[in-house]
């Protein structure tokens, strides 16, 4: 049990593939879910939607400190060469960036439901769309590290392996 541990496979991890992408899902739907929530429900005066919207947000919040956690585990294991080194640290920044500013956001939103439950003020609606926004260019670098720069991916393993740098 121990060697599968400590040695690493074909795409240098301890276990069988990366979890950092399957956990960010989880955050990015969460996130994008609960903006698509508050704002049907802001237009259509269908305030139980604030509570769909609420409880995606908590979840997220939680989530996204796993993601980043994984993220950074994986990040270390990965030997990026050169040229993906820059994509993947601004990767980083924005996700540590992100788990604090996704924290905040439920915080206020949590102060918010906790005042009046049917009621959400557009300035919350525009941090949520912010928020979606950037949401959208982390998955772009994230998509860049493994679509374009091959992190994680066989052939970029083994390349790096052999003294590519």
């Known amino acids: 049990?121990?060697?599968?541990?400590?040695?690493?496979?074909?795409?240098?991890?301890?276990?069988?593939?990366t979890i950092h992408p399957i956990v960010v899902h989880f955050v990015i739907a969460m996130v994008l879910f609960s903006f698509f929530c508050d704002v049907v429900g802001y237009f259509t005066g269908k305030t139980h939607l604030f509570e769909v919207g609420w409880w995606n947000m908590?979840?997220?919040t939680i989530a996204i400190f796993v993601?980043?956690?994984?993220?950074?585990?994986?990040?270390?294991l990965a030997q990026p060469y050169d040229l993906a080194k820059?994509?993947?640290?601004?990767?980083?920044?924005?996700?540590?960036?992100l788990s604090g500013i996704i924290a905040a956001i439920t915080a206020w939103r949590y102060v918010i439901r906790t005042r009046n439950p049917q009621k959400?003020?557009?300035?919350?609606?525009?941090?949520?769309?912010?928020l979606t926004l950037i949401v959208g260019f982390q998955v772009y670098l994230g998509d860049?590290?493994?679509w374009v720069y091959g992190l994680h991916t066989v052939p970029v393993v083994e390349a790096v392996k052999d003294g590519m740098s």
């Open 1 to 17: 049990m121990f060697e599968y541990i400590t040695s690493l496979n074909d795409h240098n991890l301890p276990y069988p593939d």
């Open 58 to 60: 908590f979840v997220a």
């Open 67 to 76: 993601a980043v956690i994984f993220g950074q585990f994986e990040a270390g």
């Open 86 to 97: 820059s994509v993947l640290n601004m990767h980083t920044l924005l996700g540590w960036s």
């Open 120 to 130: 959400l003020p557009i300035y919350y609606l525009a941090a949520g769309l912010l």
């Open 144 to 146: 860049e590290l493994v």
